[in-house]
């Protein structure tokens, strides 16, 4: 069973997914045997009454119906789903039901990235860092259009809406780092709404919380501003090769340092920093021309250090590009 | 009387007017099915080129934007323009008044007036393609649908009036079958394919109305700012989701119900035997359209609805497990000491019990709640409506097709390569979307353009039956319509299947303009194969 679980599911992390899973077999093996009975007995009829070649067409059988057989169709698939009814029902309350000793963490969806505030402050972005053997509560909500947040290896998912909080929990009982999905469709940037759950050891995540806000101090600025390229899931609509996604690529902006960009108003400026530092807090008000303004504003998720981090960034492509 | 019977309602009356403003039941069922063929196609051409994109991580083939239209305008012009009107529209409209005996249906201007609101709805369909396409998914979801900037609005309206087309059909079809019926053909003795159409309008007058309206609201939410689905403006986006699924639900067996019918028909017909169970099928066609109804949460299970709600929509989702089941039980016994022929339908609707029980056992997953989360919006479930709605309703229809086929057009096409294509649909169907339960159970979602490579060995291998699928398909319509070349007329008198329903037995193929010479004269039940030997006949 374990090497056909590992090849069916992704790893078993949350304390329900084992359950989960258990259920998923109880319904695969009743299907199978339904499946089977359904199968072979059409094979066996229909090659066991087929009509050869040279046979006579005759009066067939009146037999339609038989009181033993038609109660068995409805009584053995009245007891599986009857099981199957209540096992749902009994695996869904232990993932709806949140431990009291949970840590609560925010998560916000917006078009296409996700952030996590952290209950002592501070917050990423498409990175959840959670520690292991701890009850996590997830309270949901989004700023723009429905997301839902789906961490495969937890077995747990939830709708983001715009308009109230949804909650999840977990609890991570093997440390690692793992997939986070968007599973509602919300547009353009939909299929690279991914981000990663990381769990640590529980002083691990100590350690890295009491960090949280105040590293990054004493890197030089084209380092962060590369790391936080994907942190803050800049990747996310701009790639560093060259090639349009949602929005321009980082690159083809950087080959044009100094030069004229052109707007879909018309109006035209020269790239330069003040025009990077005003496109990621104000994106609303200049959208390149053939792209969509779909952006939104960073204002409040990035500072100042962090903004000449990414300009800083941008510009060093263009060298990169050249060697 | 023998230039009498030289007459058919394909060659009389002629010219082009006739078939415009014809309120000939068979030639408006002829007009959907050549509407529903086109839209098959195309939906078809967009699901290949889903899958090319598919078949490699990245954005290989599409951008983003693109993969969104395409699969958006694949599921709207699959369920609205093909799958929702075609079996219905199509074999319904051409097959339900010969099978009561009847000249036409209740109402024949309402039934034209029926098809041209289809094409009026296919127009604003073929209008949002060229002038730019949608991106919403088929369902429309608030607040995307309100805020895109894509044709929203001339898509919904496409749907909107589809939707009265269906209303209308349904409509017609219940009074034809009340009140059109020849005498002594009760209830009890109707073909199981004129009860299913029967379930299905019920379904359609009732549940309809709810997505015109819902329709209706979100084009002026987004046209006048009204606020009931888009919490920028006060409105609730979970509300939105209770609409569209109380109809899209029901729905789904709007697009099933009809298929069961069409298997009712082929597998005593072929198996030369009497149906196990009459009423057991008819009344579950009933209780089924009637449990539909009470059903639309379990596709909003993570949405954040009631703990109340999760646990009595699971519960009552179960219940539409039991009557199919029963169904298809029924089905397999009926060939229990008949005379089974593997003719092109037999073998239609021998893939339909395999594929559509995988369909409705696979559901029962998605009904466990707690089992749901983990597959909600997943591939699983992607993979589970294809095997309902492909491997269900589009298999019994190409069954249905193949077998009325003879009827219909007065010709035979060649049964050696129907045969061997419903093979290559069926190895090609399971090709393409087995793999996608797998790529759900491991957490793939739906609608991505692009996804992790720890899915592209699946991905790819869905693609590439998805090419043989597509490419069976195509060859079987062809063909359907190779046989329609000069000179391949069957005798008039022809019936292939020793079938002994009053379109087989009472008129002539394909069938006089006003179906019967005179009222026929109902001599035995639908599927009396142990009092009666109707001989096969097939003759040039």
């Known amino acids: ?323 | 009387m023998a230039e009498n019977q030289k007459q058919n309602y394909l060659t009389h009356p002629k010219g082009i007017m006739s078939w415009v403003l014809t309120l000939d039941h068979k030639r408006i069922g002829l007009m959907y099915l050549f509407g529903g063929i086109i839209f098959f196609f195309l939906g078809g051409l967009l699901a290949l080129g889903m899958r090319l994109e598919l078949a490699a991580p990245g954005n290989d083939f599409m951008s983003n934007d693109t993969y969104n239209n395409v699969y958006t305008l694949h599921g709207a012009i699959m369920i609205f323009l093909f799958i929702i009107p075609a079996i219905p529209g199509a074999l319904g409209n051409i097959l339900l008044p010969l099978m009561l005996g009847a000249k036409d249906v209740a109402f024949p201007r309402l039934n034209l007036a029926s098809f041209y609101l289809y094409t009026l709805g296919a127009l604003f369909t073929l209008y949002t393609i060229v002038s730019g396409g949608v991106d919403t998914g088929w369902t429309f979801y608030t607040p995307y649908s309100t805020t895109s900037t894509s044709n929203v609005i001339p898509m919904t309206m496409g749907i909107f009036i589809i939707g009265f087309s269906s209303i209308l059909t349904g409509l017609n079809f219940i009074a034809t079958i009340h009140k059109m019926r020849i005498p002594g053909l009760t209830w009890y003795k109707l073909p199981l394919f004129v009860w299913a159409l029967y379930g299905t309008s019920l379904v359609q007058i009732t549940a309809t109305p709810v997505i015109a309206i819902t329709m209706v609201l979100l084009i002026l939410e987004r046209l006048l700012g009204i606020g009931i689905f888009d919490p920028a403006l006060g409105g609730d986006p979970v509300l939105y989701q209770h609409f569209f699924w109380f109809y899209s639900h029901p729905a789904v067996y709007i697009m099933i119900l009809p298929a069961f019918g069409i298997i009712s028909e082929i597998i005593p017909v072929h198996s030369r035997k009497k149906i196990w169970g009459y009423k057991f099928i008819a009344f579950s066609t009933l209780s089924i359209a009637f449990i539909g109804f009470l059903v639309w949460g379990h596709h909003m299970f993570t949405s954040g609805q009631s703990v109340f709600s999760q646990i009595v929509f699971s519960f009552i989702t179960y219940f539409v497990g039991i009557p199919t089941g029963v169904k298809i039980f029924s089905w397999i016994l009926t060939m229990y000491r008949g005379q089974v022929s593997f003719t092109p339908p037999m073998l239609y609707a021998l893939s339909f019990l395999f594929l559509f029980t995988i369909g409705g056992l696979t559901g029962i997953f998605l009904g466990a709640v707690a089992l749901d989360i983990h597959l909600h919006d997943t591939y699983f479930v992607v993979a589970h409506f294809h095997y309902v709605m492909q491997g269900g309703t589009i298999i019994a229809f190409l069954g249905g097709l193949h077998h009325w086929w003879p009827k219909s057009m007065g010709t035979m096409y060649n049964q050696t390569v129907a045969n061997i294509c419903c093979l290559g649909v069926f190895l090609g169907f399971n090709g393409t979307f087995f793999p996608q339960f797998l790529l759900g159970l491991r957490g793939m979602p739906r609608r991505y353009a692009t996804y992790d490579p720890q899915y592209a060995d699946l991905h790819n291998y869905s693609s590439f039956w998805s090419a043989i699928l597509g490419l069976s398909i195509f060859i079987a319509i062809m063909n359907l319509l190779w046989s329609l070349r000069k000179n391949n007329k069957l005798d008039p008198g022809t019936n292939p299947w020793g079938a002994m329903t009053l379109e087989w037995t009472h008129t002539t193929s394909p069938p006089h303009p006003h179906n019967f010479e005179e009222e026929p004269v109902l001599e035995h039940g639908p599927y009396d194969y142990d009092k009666v030997i109707v001989e096969p006949t097939f003759k040039k």
């Open chain 1, 1 to 323: 069973m374990d090497r056909l679980t590992e090849y069916l599911f992704p790893k078993q992390v949350s304390t329900f997914a084992a359950d989960i899973d258990n259920l998923f077999y109880f319904i695969f093996y009743s299907s199978i045997a339904l499946f089977a009975i359904v199968v072979f007995g059409m094979a066996y009829l229909a090659i066991k009454y087929r009509f050869k070649k040279g046979d006579e067409i005759r009066l067939t059988s009146s037999k339609d119906h038989s009181n033993i057989l038609e109660s068995l169709f409805f009584i053995v698939p009245l007891i599986l789903v009857s099981i199957t009814f209540v096992w749902g029902i009994r695996s869904y309350l232990k993932m709806i039901i949140v431990p009291d000793d949970a840590i609560e963490i925010k998560v916000t969806g917006q078009s296409w990235f996700w952030t996590f505030d952290y209950p002592d402050g501070g917050t990423t972005l498409n990175e959840l860092v959670v520690p292991s053997n701890q009850p996590i509560k997830i309270v949901l909500s989004s700023k723009d259009v429905l997301h839902s947040f789906f961490i495969p290896v937890m077995r747990t998912k939830m709708d983001c809406l715009p308009n109230r909080y949804n909650v999840m929990w977990f609890d991570a009982q093997q440390e690692g780092v793992y997939d986070i999905f968007c599973t509602e469709y919300c547009g353009t940037g939909h299929s690279q709404m991914g981000a990663k759950v990381i769990v640590m050891k529980p002083a691990q995540y100590e350690a890295w919380v009491a960090e949280l806000g105040s590293d990054d101090e004493d890197i030089p600025l084209d380092e962060l501003g590369a790391k936080l390229y994907t942190k803050k899931a800049c990747n996310t609509c701009h790639t560093l090769d060259g090639s349009a996604l949602v929005g321009p690529s980082y690159l083809q902006t950087s080959q044009m340092w100094g030069e004229e960009r052109v707007f879909d108003d018309g109006t035209s400026t020269i790239i330069d920093d003040n025009y990077i530092r005003s496109s990621i807090l104000e994106p609303q008000t200049k959208i390149v021309a053939g792209y969509q303004g779909v952006m939104p504003t960073y204002q409040g998720l990035l500072n100042d250090r962090e903004l000449d981090a990414l300009i800083a960034f941008l510009k060093s492509l263009k060298e990169d590009s050249q060697i």
